[in-house]
């Protein structure tokens, strides 16, 4: 039975039972915050089934995908592309081995993306997550409608976002999903999906070029979609590239 303020699990409800000398307002209000707790390990649980992890020698277990709010893989907002739904893949994976913190690995990279000519733009959907060892992290950027993109949402561009950081025995890892979208005002409708692969490739090789943050190598996460009857990946070839930075 789902939790609300009129309904809650049988179990709820006994935990929830009142107290010596506790008020019926107190009750109630440590019922609904008991609810309020198990629909989030609820919904924490389903997300990490729909995670789909990979297991990468040397790092923490990686989702394949971005997820939504609802917990399950992100289909480029409904995007139908050659007769499939499309779903969007984790293809950079971000290693940060000289931050102090989290905070401080934060700052590196949002200082990195806009260096590298990704800054923090509007006009992007928003509430994603990824999954990286054992555990869910929101997107950044975190703003309303917020992504790292290579130009304004109005035109074609390039826009990814961002998962972590995870501490880990070499530093602090992220993992990105980043896709181009191609805008054409005169058709319905204007923004539609045009690469993975090419996003993934520009974001990495510009912080390479620009930035302390180096190409490292490839990873094979194995989630590009080629044969499914339904579902997609477009052009992704299954392969995260592998960024660090270095103390």
């Known amino acids: 039975m789902a939790c609300g303020p009129g309904s809650c699990s049988p179990d709820a409800a006994r935990q929830g039972a009142a107290s010596p000398g506790e008020t019926s ?7 609904l915050a008991l609810c309020a707790a198990l629909t989030a390990t609820a919904f924490e649980a389903r997300s990490q089934q729909n995670a789909d992890a990979a297991t990468v020698p040397g790092l923490p277990a990686i989702g394949k995908w971005m997820l939504t709010s609802q917990g399950v893989p992100s289909d480029w907002l409904g995007e139908v ?3 499939r739904n499309l779903r969007e893949p984790i293809n950079v994976i971000i290693v940060d081995e000289g931050a102090s913190s989290a905070e401080d690995a934060k700052a590196r990279l949002l200082a990195a993306a806009a260096h590298a000519g990704y800054p923090i733009r509007f006009g992007h959907s928003t509430g994603y997550r990824g999954f990286i060892g054992g555990q869910l992290y929101t997107q950044l950027p975190q703003g309303r409608d917020d992504a790292f993109s290579n130009d304004v949402f109005e035109v074609s561009n390039n826009h990814g976002r961002i998962f972590g950081p995870h501490a880990f025995e070499q530093g602090y890892l992220f993992t990105g999903a980043f896709s181009r979208e191609e805008v054409d005002p005169l058709r319905y409708p204007p923004h539609r999906y045009g690469s993975f692969n090419r996003a993934r490739d520009d974001f990495t090789q510009r912080l390479d070029r620009s930035t302390a943050f180096k190409v490292s190598g490839f990873v094979d996460l194995g989630n590009a ?7 997609t990946t477009g052009d992704h070839d299954g392969m995260a590239v592998v960024v ?3 103390r």
Request: charged fraction near 25%.
């Open 25 to 31: 307002g107190t009750r109630l209000f440590r019922v």
């Open 81 to 83: 592309y050659q007769g």
């Open 225 to 231: 979609l080629i044969h499914d009857p339904k579902l």
């Open 244 to 246: 660090r930075a270095g």
